[in-house]
Each structure stands twice: as structure tokens, then as C-alpha cells.
Nanobody
């Protein structure tokens, strides 16, 4: 089986920074595109940023210039550096990864359990 485990959430003041990590473990043959999603109370889950296995990145307009996504393929780990945080960044942040578990198989989507980010003074 595959597990995605997020870490690094917490409470921070507006203007502060946090760095989230997502570690993938288990039976992983190939790790494809990975992404960070967030869900605020009463709102739908939305894509924050994504990164392909080759390093191509994509960001939601609301976080461009403030957040940076990266990955370490050797460690099967993805990161989200969040700077200049705003109260509207508050929510549960989820890691998602497209993972192939068998050499001849196809990519399936896996989710982490989420980590809470709260931005408040």
C-alpha cells in the first residue's frame, strides 16, 4: 500500500511563513505529478500548487509569488514553502500524488490525511 503523510502545519501570524512536507511511502514504482490542495471551512477543496515529476510547476493565482512547491524525487517527498501568509490561506492542506505501484500498471491518485494551517493574529 501507499501512504502520503503531511507535516509542518500550525498557527502563524499574518505575514509569517510555514513549510509543509509530504512524504510518500510504501510500494512505489513511479511517482508522477504531485500537488497540494486546501480546504477552508464551508468551501470546496481547491488546488494550491502542483509539480510534475520533471519539475514543471503550476500555482493558483491567489498564491503566485508567495508559495513555492518543490520535490525531492530521491526521497519521494514534496514540499510547499508558504511565505507572506494571509488569513485567507487558513485551511486544511492535503497532499495528492499520482503513483504507479507496479511496473506494468497505471497511475492511481492517493491522498494524505491533511495538515491544518491557521493564519491569525
Amino acid at each position: 500500500q501507499v501512504q502520503l503523510v503531511e507535516s509542518g502545519g500550525g498557527l502563524v501570524q499574518p505575514g509569517g511563513s510555514l513549510r509543509l512536507s509530504c512524504a510518500a511511502s510504501g510500494t512505489i514504482f513511479s511517482l508522477g505529478t504531485m500537488g497540494w490542495y486546501r480546504q477552508a471551512p464551508g468551501k470546496q477543496r481547491e488546488l494550491v500548487a502542483s509539480i510534475t515529476s520533471g519539475g514543471t510547476t503550476n500555482y493558483a493565482d491567489s498564491v503566485k509569488g508567495r508559495f513555492a512547491i518543490s520535490r525531492d524525487n530521491a526521497k519521494n517527498t514534496m514540499y510547499l514553502q508558504m511565505n507572506s501568509l494571509k488569513p485567507e490561506d487558513t485551511g486544511s492542506y492535503y497532499c495528492n500524488g499520482d503513483i504507479k505501484t507496479l511496473p506494468g500498471g497505471w497511475f492511481s491518485s492517493f491522498w494524505g490525511q491533511g495538515t491544518q494551517v491557521s493564519v491569525s493574529s
